[in-house]
């Protein structure tokens, strides 16, 4: 005869009837936790504001003004010192000369003698209403400009138009043999006037009266 089973022995198998969720099954000795730690993860801290730039000091912005005038000063030394930066840009005053001898509206003068430190800087000869015009600027060795014109415009329209309508004779000066007039000009500029039948002559400019004297008196 078998002996009797106990009558409090739990069934090994422990899977719940269909449809229903598994029971928790409290830890025992030595078991497994039967659910995670429920304590939350504490949140992150939100990240800093970015700080406010500083305002720059008047030191810092002289250092930031002063990095950038050196490089533009070092330019402008070598466009002086290498290229010439200072210097006028000079012309050949020949072919305008010649264009207007080729014309041969009116009798043509040239400076002579006239020394290096005088820059022609403009020469052009055109032909106008009631005319034709030679014109030949000139940087004088103080550094002021100077017109040399030569017209057969009459000089009854070419003197207002050149020299404008307030424009006045301020009396004669013999320079080369020759009896000019001094004009007043505009602004702050005078000019000497030659009168001849077939052209007029005009020197005009704001230099000193000594370097219209010269420029006029060189006339050849």
Do not use: C
């Not at 229903?20 to 078991?31: I, K, L």
């Not at 106008?128 to 017109?147: C, M």
Request: charged share 20%; net charge negative; proline share 12%.
């Amino acid at each position: 005869m078998e002996p009797a089973q106990p009558a409090d022995r739990v069934p090994a198998d422990r899977t719940p009837p269909d449809g229903q969720s598994p029971a928790d099954v409290p830890a025992g000795h030595g078991a497994e936790p039967a659910a995670t730690d429920p304590t939350p993860s504490p949140t992150p801290p939100p990240p800093a504001a970015a700080a406010g730039k500083s305002e720059r000091s008047p030191k810092d912005m002289a250092i930031s003004l002063l990095v950038l005038l050196v490089p533009i000063a070092l330019l402008l030394a070598f466009y002086r010192g290498f290229l010439g930066g200072d210097q006028a840009t000079t012309v050949d005053p020949a072919p305008a000369i010649e264009q207007a001898r080729s014309a041969n509206v009116f009798p043509v003068s040239q400076p002579q003698g006239l020394g290096s430190d005088w820059k022609t800087v403009s020469a052009r000869y055109q032909t106008v209403e009631n005319g034709a015009n030679l014109r030949l600027g000139y940087l004088t060795p103080e550094g002021r400009g100077v017109q040399l014109l030569q017209s057969s415009v009459p000089a009854d329209r070419l003197l207002p138009a050149e020299l404008t309508s307030q424009g006045q004779p301020q009396g004669p000066t013999e320079l080369a043999g020759r009896t000019w007039q001094l004009y007043t000009a505009r602004g702050n500029q005078q000019a000497l006037v030659l009168l001849e039948p077939t052209r007029t002559v005009i020197v005009v400019g704001d230099a000193r009266d000594n370097e219209l004297r010269e420029l006029a008196g060189s006339l050849r």
